[in-house]
Every structure is written in structure tokens, then in C-alpha cells.
């Protein structure tokens, strides 16, 4: 994939969060972005958040859980705007609570949002670019594609779905010898305002769990992996290579320091927000949230790993591996104290 100057390129979840720092980052390659969200007052302020960057922007409601409302958001942007060149998918909601207090329709809007949300759009992108035989779609991934967590069973199984569904379309393209690029971005913690409008039943505010990095580094990646689908997945943040090796190397082992931290890790001392919630509604309908979360002070403004991966791979297996050893040693100390 060439460079994104001119080509359209297609965000779900464009409003808020990473999506939001996603558009800003295609704005400043000059990119012509269609941004998918359901929160008008958001989506409104990040297209021209594109504009102020250098690009151009245009806005089209739709929610990713329904595949009619997509299908029909593709058609009129190529109808608008030119071939879709790349499609990212960055739009989720979750749901903040242990299993047991989950409801079924709970359950079942998360993975419609987070799982299936991305199942049809990569659908309806890849009806699209077939004919023309090149594009590239972007899964935006996390580390708990790999590593399941407390508190986030739905998210967690959602991000295990979107791997799994991303390795069998890329095979069957490959095998069919497309050109049609597939290529999953694995996020860590990111200072996002979901942590603000997420559906929570904790007693506590729910936090990503450290360390963080702020949406823009995120950011930077994606549209790097946009520019390069050829790779079919990229690791940001030392955590996230942390986290997957060490699920590798020693599962139960981290079964068991997550069983011991990982409720705590993801609250502050503060009480629950109340109130809006966007797992049914956009919370962005009349309020901008913008990109970041409440966690600046916290959140790092860099990756080193991300510099990393864009290079040759014995350099990042060798540093990852040697982190992963480090990090193993350290849960084993923790665990037997």
C-alpha cells in the first residue's frame, strides 16, 4: 500500500478515543477520511479535526452492529468519495463487571459492537475492493486477544474472535491470490474517554490497566500498519509483547498473578461514574469527548516497541523475549511471596 495522500480510507468508531487520534493521524498524511460513528456531536468535531490536520473528512452515521447500516454507509461513501482504499476498524463498547453480572442482552451487544461490528465491515470493504483487486482493511486489536482478564469477558472473548476471524479471511485471500491486505494491530492500555462511558457495574472507576499510553501512539501505529498491511500484525506497547509472550511461555502462571491483581489493577479509588453509557446509545450524541481520557498525567506519549516493529523482526524477538523472560521472573516473585 502506497502512501495515504489522496486515497479515501474508511474509520469505524471515527468519533472518540482511538478511532478519533486514528482520523487526526490520516488528516496529517492528507488522507480524504469517511468516518463512521453513531455520536453526531462527535463525529462532527472529528471531521473537522481532519481538516485542521491537512485532510478532508466526511461524516456518515451508522451503527457497526447492524450490517444494513454499514453496507449502506460504504455504498453511499464510495458513492461520494471515490474507492475505498483501506478500512479500519476501531469502533467497541464493553461491559465493566464480573461475568456473573453480566446480563445476556449485555453480553450480546458487546459482541455485536466489538466482534461482529468488525466482521461487517470487513464484509462490506471486501465486496467492495474484490473487483478492483487491492486495499487493505486494519482489525484494530489489543493484548486480550491472547490473555483473557477479570472484568472484561465479553471484550476479551470479542478481541479472541476478531484474531481468529482475521487469520481464516487473510489465509482465504491469500489462497485465492488477492492482493487484498489484512492486518491486525495489537493495542495495551490506552487513556481513552471509554473509561468515562463504559457500561460499569464495579463499586469503583474503572482504569486501563497500567502501563498506559495515550491514544496517539496507538494511533501512529495504525495508520503505519495502513501504510504497510503486508505484515499481518503489529505489537504496540512493550506491554502488549510482555503480555503475549509471557501467555505463551507460562499460561498458568499468569492465570494466577491476574487472579491476584487484576481486579484491583483495572479500578481507582474513586466511586463508579453514573449515568451515560455507551453500549446502547452514543454517549457523543451532544457532547464531543474528543480523544483522550482522564488519565493524561499517567499515560505515555511514546513506544519504543512501536519503532521497533518497524524494523527487522530478531530485533524485536530479541528484546520482546528478553522482557518476557524478566517479566516471568517478576510474576514468579510476586506469586511466592
Not at 71 to 93: D, H, L
Not at 141 to 159: D, E, F, M, N, V
Not at 200 to 210: G, N, Y
Not at 246 to 256: K, S, T
Request: aromatic share 8%; with cysteine; proline share 5%.
Amino acid at each position: 500500500m502506497a502512501q495515504l495522500s489522496g486515497r479515501v480510507v474508511v474509520v469505524t468508531g471515527a468519533s472518540g478515543g482511538v478511532g478519533r487520534a486514528v482520523v487526526r493521524e490520516l488528516g496529517r498524511q492528507g488522507a480524504r477520511v469517511a468516518l463512521i460513528a453513531r455520536g453526531t456531536t462527535g463525529l462532527g468535531a472529528a471531521a473537522v479535526d481532519v481538516g485542521v490536520e491537512g485532510g478532508s473528512g466526511q461524516v456518515y452515521e451508522a451503527d457497526v452492529a447492524d450490517y444494513d447500516e454499514v453496507r449502506k454507509a460504504a455504498e453511499k461513501i464510495e458513492a461520494e468519495m471515490g474507492p475505498i482504499s483501506v478500512w479500519i476498524n476501531t469502533a467497541f463498547s464493553s461491559v465493566f463487571a464480573k461475568f456473573s453480572d453480566i446480563s445476556p442482552e449485555e453480553f450480546r451487544r458487546t459482541t455485536a459492537v466489538t466482534y461482529l461490528g468488525y466482521v461487517w465491515g470487513t464484509k462490506v470493504a471486501l465486496d467492495l475492493m474484490r473487483p478492483r483487486g487491492t486495499g487493505a482493511i486494519v482489525q484494530t486489536g489489543s493484548a486480550l486477544s491472547q490473555r483473557g482478564i477479570p472484568l472484561q469477558s465479553a471484550y476479551c472473548g470479542a478481541k479472541h474472535a476478531i484474531k481468529g476471524f482475521s487469520e481464516s479471511v487473510r489465509t482465504e485471500l491469500l489462497a485465492d491470490g488477492s492482493d487484498i491486505q489484512v492486518t491486525l494491530v495489537q493495542l495495551p492500555a490506552v487513556n481513552t474517554p471509554q473509561f468515562e462511558w463504559v457500561l460499569s457495574k464495579l463499586r469503583r472507576h474503572p482504569q486501563p490497566v497500567p502501563p498506559i499510553y495515550q491514544p496517539e501512539v496507538a494511533a501512529r501505529a495504525i495508520v503505519y500498519a495502513a501504510e504497510h498491511p503486508e505484515r499481518k500484525e503489529y505489537w504496540v506497547g512493550m506491554s502488549t509483547a510482555t503480555t503475549l509472550l509471557a501467555q505463551r511461555v507460562a499460561p498458568a502462571l499468569v492465570d494466577r498473578y491476574l487472579a491476584r491483581t487484576g481486579v484491583s489493577s483495572q479500578q481507582t479509588d474513586d466511586k463508579s461514574p453514573s449515568g451515560v453509557s455507551n453500549l446502547w446509545e452514543p454517549a457523543d450524541e451532544t457532547t464531543d469527548y474528543g480523544a483522550h481520557g482522564t488519565f493524561d498525567q499517567r499515560s505515555h506519549s511514546h513506544s519504543p516497541q512501536v519503532w521497533l516493529s518497524r524494523h527487522r523482526r530478531p530485533v524485536l524477538l530479541t528484546l520482546t523475549a528478553g522482557t518476557a523472560a524478566t517479566a516471568l521472573a517478576a510474576l514468579g516473585r510476586r506469586l511466592w511471596r
